[in-house]
């Protein structure tokens, strides 16, 4: 069965203290991992889309990379803006335009 | 603002009741995706509509159908509803959908509240 699996649940950093997030998956045929931030209340905002082993995608303090079984969000001297709710997806062969979502990692940064 | 529009914002209302939702895509889009999230469930993916035809179907009950309209506006059909209905409806859209791997963008939500 397709899987997704973010950790940790829930970050807390300091202002300038670089961290990573972590999304396994397990998929039948990888066709694209997508990163989202998710404010609360709020619609999900697209970040990355990575298509295959290797690939790394860049974007102001956020690095995306992927592997074969993994993709990591890379966060450089955060701010306190970019506490959001960070979530990946997969889109998997023979399944549509479905994505298949983890649970997310909330993340914290204080000043 | 990621030019999805979804109304309404929110909707309360009783259980057994039925209810509608409303998604416009961007401009230029032809896929239409709708999606549940709940706290214990996360993001679900229930359909997509491609050009006004369904494309692909995820866990969506029986008591929920979505149709595309010529106009490319999508709804959302919630019937007899229940208390575990309550949740954060999102609508998204993509260029096509598929086969190619296009970037969804997803509206504002509905909050629906089932009393």
């Known amino acids: 069965e397709d899987q997704v699996t973010q950790s940790p649940e829930a970050l807390r950093l300091q202002e300038g203290e670089s961290s990573s997030l972590n999304c396994s998956y397990t998929?039948?045929?990888?066709?694209?991992l997508f990163w989202y931030r998710q404010d609360p209340g709020k619609g999900p905002e697209f970040l990355f889309t990575?298509?295959?082993a290797g690939e790394e995608k860049e974007k102001e303090r956020l690095k995306a990379t992927l592997t074969k079984k993994e993709s990591f969000l890379h966060i450089t001297a955060p701010k306190p803006e970019d506490s959001a709710t960070y979530l990946c997806?997969?889109?998997?062969?023979?399944?549509?335009?479905?994505?298949?979502f983890g649970q997310g990692t909330e993340l914290s940064v204080k000043p | 603002d990621s030019g999805v529009t979804q109304t309404p914002k929110h909707l309360i209302t009783a259980t057994g009741q039925r209810v509608t939702l409303r998604c416009s895509p961007r401009?230029?889009?032809?896929?239409v995706y709708w999606y549940q999230q709940s706290l214990d469930q996360g993001l679900q993916f229930l359909i997509q509509?491609?050009?006004?035809?369904?494309?692909a179907k995820g866990n969506i009950l029986e008591r929920f159908s979505a149709q595309q309209f010529p106009d490319l506006h999508s709804e959302l059909n919630l019937s007899s509803l229940e208390l575990g209905d309550s949740a954060l409806y999102f609508c998204?859209?993509?260029?096509?959908?598929?086969?190619?791997?296009?970037?969804?963008?997803f509206g504002p939500g509905t909050r629906l509240t089932v009393l």
């Open positions: 998204a859209s993509s260029v096509t959908g598929f086969p190619s791997t296009d970037t969804q963008y």
């Open positions: 998929v039948s045929g990888l066709r694209g």
């Open positions: 990575l298509y295959s």
């Open positions: 997806a997969v889109q998997a062969d023979n399944q549509g335009g479905k994505l298949i």
């Open positions: 401009s230029g889009d032809l896929s």
């Open positions: 509509y491609y050009n006004g035809e369904e494309r």
